[in-house]
């Protein structure tokens, strides 16, 4: 008798990540290929993002890597491009590059330019990515797109001056992501947010000695997340068991919400 197979298996399916070169995004695309995806991965860090592509074969799936500033409209498009050159199809997308969001001065002193990257990566860039995705999954009509929001979005964390900008732009994927979930339902494509809470990664890892007590104790669970804490959220909303599932923001912080 043939085995069933688990609605989380993504065999056979297609993915990218972006900012997949090392932190939560790397992890999210060796998540997908260790369940069986085939991932094409971007970053704006060539050599990081090649690293991530050969560990993806390594797990003896397919992969590319693709050097992209999703800030700039025809790299994103060329981005897609290549994905539909090589693969022909793109089951899901995990839309994840970002700017960290705790290194600027208290909010009086930032510089509007400094707000201006986050709007152009974060908020823009996912827009413009989702625009994309949804043109090649509204053809297949099907999908699962994936945006990274944080806990931020929803309440901005104590303790941190300058989190203004990251917030508002974490909150605006939030509300955009409900907004094409909407859009695109007619189409079988599912749109929705991971937001995280405090995760240790190489670009929050130079502020983890000034902040790393208080954001464990600010964690109900009692300590700092990881990028593979994330990983099931992941993996459950690009597979068919979240085909009914879409507009949500899927919140994985260890308590700090409550």
């Known amino acids: 008798m043939e085995e069933k197979k688990s609605i989380f298996d993504l065999t056979g399916k297609v993915a990218f990540v972006s900012g997949?070169?090392?932190?939560i995004g790397k992890s999210l695309a060796l998540a997908l290929a260790r369940e069986g995806a085939d991932v094409a991965v971007a970053d704006i860090n060539k050599d990081n993002v090649e690293q991530t592509c050969e560990e993806i074969k390594s797990l003896g799936k397919k992969s590319i890597s693709i050097k992209a500033d999703i800030s700039k409209k025809d790299e994103v498009h060329n981005i897609f491009q290549i994905i539909m050159g090589h693969f022909g199809q793109l089951d899901v997308a995990i839309n994840n590059a970002g700017v960290p969001g705790s290194r600027l001065p208290s909010a009086e002193d930032i510089d509007i330019k400094d707000f201006q990257r986050f709007i152009d990566?974060?908020?823009?860039?996912?827009?413009?990515?989702?625009?994309?995705?949804?043109?090649?999954?509204?053809?297949?009509?099907?999908?699962?797109?994936?945006?990274?929001g944080a806990g931020a979005g929803t309440r901005p964390p104590r303790g941190i001056p300058g989190i203004a900008p990251y917030a508002a732009v974490k909150a605006g994927i939030k509300v955009m992501s409900k907004a094409l979930a909407l859009d695109w339902a007619k189409y079988n494509i599912t749109v929705n947010t991971i937001s995280p809470?405090?995760?240790?990664?190489p670009a929050t890892e130079p502020i983890?000695?000034?902040?790393?007590?208080?954001?464990?104790?600010?964690?109900?669970?009692?300590?700092?997340?990881?990028?593979?804490?994330?990983?099931?959220?992941a993996v459950y909303l690009a597979s068919d068991a979240s085909n009914w599932t879409t507009g949500i923001d899927f919140v994985v912080d260890g308590g700090l919400r409550i």
Request: charge should be positive; glycine fraction near 14%; charged fraction near 20%.
């Open 208 to 233: 983890i000695p000034q902040r790393g007590e208080m954001y464990t104790a600010q964690t109900p669970m009692g300590r700092i997340g990881l990028p593979s804490d994330l990983d099931g959220a």
């Open 197 to 201: 809470g405090y995760i240790i990664t």
């Open 121 to 148: 990566i974060m908020l823009l860039g996912y827009f413009m990515c989702c625009q994309e995705e949804a043109k090649i999954m509204i053809k297949q009509k099907k999908g699962h797109i994936i945006n990274i």
């Open 20 to 23: 997949s070169g090392r932190g």
